[in-house]
Each structure stands twice: as structure tokens, then as C-alpha cells.
T-cell receptor, first 111, second 113 residues
Framework: DAKTTQPTSMDCAEGRAANLPCNHS???????VYWYRQIHSQGPQYIIH???NNETNEMASLIITEDRKSSTLILPHATLRDTAVYYC????????????FGTGTQLKVEL | ETGVTQSPTHLIKTRGQQVTLRCSSQ?????VSWYQQALGQGPQFIFQ???????GRGNFPPRFSGLQFPNYSSELNVNALELDDSALYLC????????????FGPGTRLLVL
């Protein structure tokens, strides 16, 4: 699986959009970009995934650059409950594949 | 629809003992993966089970073993516990169709004294 690079930490004001970047310059054509988040001491929560196109669901939007070497997770209106560690993971679409977690981005949403 | 569940939530053991952790997969999911998360680190892949057989393993010694049952639930067994085994153990079940998104349970917090 391709390696990802994320900032260690970010701050965001409540109500504003949180934009979390991720670099995955060695991504290959059949690898998906996944985002999970983990609130302190809980299991990781799936947020969204994408292959080439931008994706949106009830939680977030995922913007993937045309060359697929980077992506941005957007939380449109961050709340205090969005404070968590956010993990960007690249993995193959084939069956039986593990998730390789890095250190993630600690997002702190403040009043 | 019930999500992934794990039991127990917390557990305290002493060095040398054995422990069994349990996981019930989300309805319709046939693959279960186990991860270990030490304090301050990201989860590390232990192994995965598909159709009751191990289907991939991370860098963990043989004293970490598992089972998957016909109903797709799973157990993680750890023998000869060491202090460094203290961690949050996470179970994830996967959707049956590509890209097989994994959904995690709440985890079991194991403390080895």
C-alpha cells in the first residue's frame, strides 16, 4: 500500500470548514483513498473513501487531485464533536487487505 | 442493523496468562480483521479471517492466534501475555464486495500487569 503523509495537528473554529490534507504521491491506479477518524479511546470510525472522483456523504467531502497524488477531507461545518485523530489510508481494492494506519492528524475544534 | 461488537470492554491480566477476546461482525460481513493499538500509536494489523481461515497476517508472533466461526464472529487469543501486550484491541468487519470497506468495533482495552 502507498504511504501517506499528513500534518501532525490542525486547529479549526467551530462552525467553520475543516480541510485536512493528505499526500499519497506513490498511489497506484487500483488503490483507494480512505479516511477514518478516532475519537479518544474509541474504535476508528469510517468516514469516506474514493478512487478518482470527488465523493460526498453525510459526514464529509473527499477531494482527490487529478493526478491522485493528494487529497483533502472536508468537514463543512466542524463541531466540537469532530475533535479526533483523522487517518488517511491508501489501500488496494483487492480482497483481504489490511489497513495501514500512520500517525494521522489530530484535529482540534475550538469555540 | 447491528454494528461490530466486542467483548469484554476492559480486561486485566497478569504476565504469562492467556486471554480470549471476542468480536461479532456486522450483519452481512464475512471478513474479520484484528488490530492492536498501543497508547499513542495508530492501530497495527494482526491478522484477518475469511471463511474461517486466516487470510493475511501482520508482524505478530504465533502466540497471537484467532478463530472465525460459521456465523462470521471471531476470537483473538493471546498466550503467554507480556507487559507490552497492553493495548486496545480492535476488531473490524468488512463488506463482502470490493473495495471491502472495514468497519470497526469499540475495542477491548487489555492491561497486562
Amino acid at each position: 500500500d502507498a504511504k501517506t503523509t499528513q500534518p501532525t495537528s490542525m486547529d479549526c473554529a467551530e462552525g467553520r470548514a475543516a480541510n485536512l490534507p493528505c499526500n499519497h504521491s506513490t498511489i497506484s491506479g487500483n488503490e483507494y483513498v480512505y479516511w477514518y477518524r478516532q475519537i479518544h479511546s474509541q474504535g476508528p470510525q469510517y468516514i469516506i473513501h474514493g478512487l478518482k472522483n470527488n465523493e460526498t456523504n453525510e459526514m464529509a467531502s473527499l477531494i482527490i487531485t487529478e493526478d491522485r497524488k493528494s487529497s483533502t477531507l472536508i468537514l463543512p461545518h466542524a463541531t466540537l464533536r469532530d475533535t479526533a485523530v483523522y487517518y488517511c489510508i491508501v489501500r488496494d481494492a483487492g480482497g483481504g487487505n489490511k489497513l495501514t494506519f500512520g500517525t494521522g492528524t489530530q484535529l482540534k475544534v475550538e469555540l | 442493523e447491528t454494528g461490530v461488537t466486542q467483548s469484554p470492554t476492559h480486561l486485566i491480566k497478569t504476565r504469562g496468562q492467556q486471554v480470549t477476546l471476542r468480536c461479532s461482525s456486522q450483519s452481512g460481513h464475512n471478513t474479520v480483521s484484528w488490530y492492536q493499538q498501543a497508547l499513542g500509536q495508530g492501530p497495527q494489523f494482526i491478522f484477518q479471517y475469511y471463511r474461517e481461515e486466516e487470510n493475511g497476517r501482520g508482524n505478530f508472533p504465533p502466540r497471537f492466534s484467532g478463530l472465525q466461526f460459521p456465523n462470521y464472529s471471531s476470537e483473538l487469543n493471546v498466550n503467554a501475555l507480556e507487559l507490552d501486550d497492553s493495548a486496545l484491541y480492535l476488531c473490524a468487519s468488512s463488506t463482502p464486495t470490493p473495495p471491502e470497506t472495514q468497519y470497526f468495533g469499540p475495542g477491548t482495552r487489555l492491561l497486562v500487569l
